[in-house]
């Protein structure tokens, strides 16, 4: 799904590859890699300011035009099970929503600060490595108000972030043992997913919390307990990989499980 900078730790994702559908044509490479349209815009811009804005542009244009469309399409939704920012993630039977046209994508929303769906017409919602994503302030208390709303009662939701807590845990030991039980590297310090090499530890965690512009806030348990409690969520709790209030919705990566955090809550009421 991404190739890296090797040297920054940046992750750039690939084209879309959803055919047929002209708006998913748009290259996003030719906005945010480097090539000749890039190069003359990064003489005036520096590409660490320029990348998120010309990012926001190309989900503008995938989002933007689909929305109504997409909205009218769940009008009478019920019972749904939903995956948002399910990247190329997504499973048959159930609506996976991202704002790239991945393949399996079947909703190309922006989910940031509204969703397409009915109030109380999902049962399920799984939501894998996006939640760090959005803006903490700006955007996060939207995103989960807006959960909470389309669940119906009972529903669940289940997020899973980078645990920023385990790997500032592994950060303070001595040496490095600790950080290659949640970040395979290989003997000379080198991400095995990025191929960036670290020479500090500090490298790796900046790496892990910004992604290049890509995260946007580092969660812990705590943190994540108080914004659900916020959104009006109840029975608020840590999950392991593989274990689930609601057994449909553990179709998370292996790949993610050392440096993941799981957490799960419900909506008791409407
Ligand atoms: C790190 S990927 C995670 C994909 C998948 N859930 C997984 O665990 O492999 C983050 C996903 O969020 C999507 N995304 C980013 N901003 C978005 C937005 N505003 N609305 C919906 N999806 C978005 C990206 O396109 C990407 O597919």
Redesign the pocket.
């Known amino acids: ?2 190739t890296e900078d090797k040297k920054l730790g940046r ?1 750039v ?1 690939q084209p879309p590859i959803i055919e047929g559908d002209w708006l998913s044509q748009i290259p996003y490479t030719v906005l945010v890699e480097d090539n000749w349209f890039t190069k003359q815009l990064y003489k005036f811009l520096p590409h660490h300011r320029l990348a998120p804005l010309l ?1 926001e542009v190309y ?1 503008a244009t995938q ?1 933007f035009i689909r929305s109504s469309e997409i909205s009218r399409r769940y009008k009478d939704a019920k019972d749904l099970l939903v ?7 997504g499973q048959p039977g159930w609506v996976n ?4 046209p ?1 393949k399996g ?1 079947n909703c190309i ?4 600060k509204s969703l397409p769906f009915p109030s109380n017409s999902v049962r399920g919602i ?5 939640f ?3 803006d903490y302030t700006e ?1 996060a208390p939207y995103f989960l108000a807006e959960c909470y709303r389309v669940l119906q009662p009972e529903g669940v939701i289940r997020l ?1 972030v980078p645990d920023a807590g385990k790997y500032l845990q592994g950060y303070s030991q001595e040496g490095w043992e600790e950080l290659r039980q949640i970040r395979p590297l290989d003997s000379e310090n080198r991400d095995v997913h990025f191929g960036t090499q670290y020479q500090t530890k500090m490298e790796l965690i900046n790496v892990v919390f910004r ?1 290049g512009f ?1 995260h946007t806030y580092a969660y812990d348990y705590p943190t994540l307990e108080l914004l659900f409690a916020q959104a009006g969520f109840s029975a608020i709790q840590t999950q392991d990989y593989g274990k689930s209030l609601m057994d449909e919705l553990c179709i ?2 292996e790949a ?1 499980k050392p440096e993941s955090l799981y957490v799960e809550a419900v909506k008791t009421q409407d």
Do not use: K
């Open positions: 799904m991404q992750v994702q990012y989900i989002t995956n948002l920012g399910s990247g190329p993630q929503v991202d704002a790239v991945w994508v929303y922006d989910c940031r799984l939501c894998e490595h996006f760090e994503h959005i955007e899973i992604q890509e998370d990566l993610r």
